[in-house]
């Protein structure tokens, strides 16, 4: 059997434990066999972060710039346990904010739906993609307790040193106090990567903020997004018979809920913190959710939304065979082997990527899945595989359909 071609590599981006694991495991069971794979590699495992100052992360992000499109491995956030734990010179940042700092995106998670697992909410039949602008506001804020008698202002002073002051509040009693901020440049990256997601995906985009109360601040907000849709998006929008609307984040909540779902709801920081939370898990699981990065520039990066799953690690290391559940890696593979065809006019790796995505869902929707969705299966007794076996399960499957 001949193998697919591809003309430009991926950018690929190791990580950490059980995510590590199954790394290798995906590519050699469920990629190598079908697909001349070409990457550029990059360890971004804690090690080699550690071994190379974390260059390599750095190093990372540009590639993607050069290249177009990566695909990430969970990696272990450094945390005081994890300094002992790894022998490590510095706590080093999060790569993923590293990644987002240099890339300037937003990242875009979306349910993975499988008949026989229903989300909570019964009218949901398509994902909802949850669009989070992952840069300031109250995670960029300053913070104050106050005394009572003291009065609060709100002071800038601009570059010609003139200031303009607001009085906040006259403090009766003890209270607390925040300043938050957003950048223009940040509200308008965030704004394009909604309407090319939008456009790239064909699904519609909703953007919700409380522009009722926060008049100036998420007026801001709604006013990029309304001028970048009227100068730039709106014709292709239009073209493709695809909606955008602004509404009020109270009356989005109410809407979300009584919708079919396929659509785009991109939400500012906090916001979007919340709601995908909530979205993921009345959908079912964090192993079932797909996430990428988007730049403004077109620079897309897949990777799973949950971590290194490191108690299944500690069982791997004691010789037991885990039940993790493959899918949000695969499915990073898969968009990014897709997003890799579609840029370099690949069709046969887009369709690969279609194939090797209907093969794991038809495994489980053949009721054989890995022990956390177990849980969740309605379709009487589901069969609980090891890792393993689910993707040589997936692989027979992939191998029946013609390439
Ligand atoms: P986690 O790795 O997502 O795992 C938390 C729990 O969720 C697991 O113990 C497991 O529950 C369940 N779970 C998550 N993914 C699963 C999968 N694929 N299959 C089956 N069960 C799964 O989160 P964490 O334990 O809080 O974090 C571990 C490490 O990951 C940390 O060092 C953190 O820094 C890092 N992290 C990285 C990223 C990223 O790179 N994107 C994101 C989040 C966290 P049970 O134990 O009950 O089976
Ligand atoms: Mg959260």
């Known amino acids: 059997m001949e193998k697919i071609k591809m003309t430009t590599p991926l950018v690929e981006m190791d990580g950490d434990e059980m995510t590590r694991i199954l790394w290798q495991d995906i590519k050699d069971i469920l990629i190598t066999p079908f697909v001349d794979l070409k990457t550029e590699y990059y360890d971004l495992s804690l090690p080699n972060r550690d071994a190379t100052g974390d260059k390599i992360t750095t190093e990372a992000a540009e590639a993607i710039a050069r290249l177009g499109v990566g695909v990430k491995c969970a990696t272990i956030t450094p945390n005081t346990a994890r300094m002992t734990e790894y022998n490590l010179h510095e706590m080093w940042k999060s790569p993923n904010g590293t990644i987002r700092a240099i890339l300037d995106g937003t990242v875009f998670r979306a349910p993975i739906l499988v008949e026989g697992i229903s989300p909570v909410v019964r009218t949901w039949k398509k994902p909802i993609t949850i669009a989070r602008h992952a840069y300031g506001d109250v995670y960029k804020a300053a913070e104050m307790e106050v005394e009572a008698g003291s009065r609060a202002e709100l002071t800038v002073t601009t570059r010609f040193g003139g200031k303009k002051t607001e009085t906040i509040y006259d403090f009766e009693c003890d209270g607390v106090l925040t300043g938050q901020y957003n950048k223009a440049s940040s509200i308008e990256s965030f704004a394009r990567s909604c309407f090319n997601y939008a456009l790239g995906t064909n699904q519609d985009l909703w953007f919700s903020?409380?522009?009722?109360?926060?008049?100036?601040?998420?007026?801001?907000?709604?006013?990029?997004?309304?001028?970048?849709?009227?100068?730039?998006?709106?014709?292709?929008?239009?073209?493709?018979?695809?909606?955008?609307?602004?509404?009020?984040?109270?009356?989005?909540?109410?809407?979300?809920?009584?919708?079919?779902?396929?659509?785009?709801?991109?939400?500012?920081?906090?916001?979007?913190?919340?709601?995908?939370?909530?979205?993921?898990?009345?959908?079912?699981?964090?192993?079932?959710?797909?996430?990428?990065?988007?730049?403004?520039?077109?620079?897309?990066?897949?990777?799973?939304?949950?971590?290194?799953?490191?108690?299944?690690?500690?069982?791997?290391?004691?010789?037991?065979?885990?039940?993790?559940?493959?899918?949000?890696?695969?499915?990073?593979w898969s968009g990014a082997l897709r997003k890799r065809g579609e840029k370099d006019n690949l069709p046969g790796l887009q369709a690969f990527a279609e194939r090797l995505e209907e093969s794991c869902l038809d495994v489980i929707r053949s009721g054989v899945m890995t022990g956390d969705l177990c849980r969740l299966w309605e379709k009487g007794e589901a069969k609980q595989v090891t890792s393993g076996e689910f993707l040589e399960a997936a692989a027979a499957r992939l191998s029946h359909t013609t390439i």
């Open 209 to 332: 903020a409380k522009d009722t109360i926060a008049k100036k601040y998420d007026g801001a907000f709604r006013d990029t997004f309304q001028r970048l849709y009227d100068e730039e998006y709106g014709a292709q929008f239009q073209e493709k018979g695809l909606t955008y609307f602004y509404t009020l984040i109270d009356d989005a909540v109410a809407r979300v809920i009584r919708s079919e779902g396929g659509m785009i709801w991109a939400l500012k920081n906090y916001d979007g913190d919340v709601m995908s939370d909530m979205v993921s898990t009345a959908f079912g699981s964090l192993a079932m959710m797909t996430s990428v990065l988007v730049s403004p520039q077109g620079n897309y990066e897949y990777e799973a939304a949950h971590g290194t799953v490191t108690r299944h690690y500690y069982k791997h290391l004691q010789g037991e065979k885990t039940s993790t559940n493959p899918m949000a890696t695969i499915f990073a």
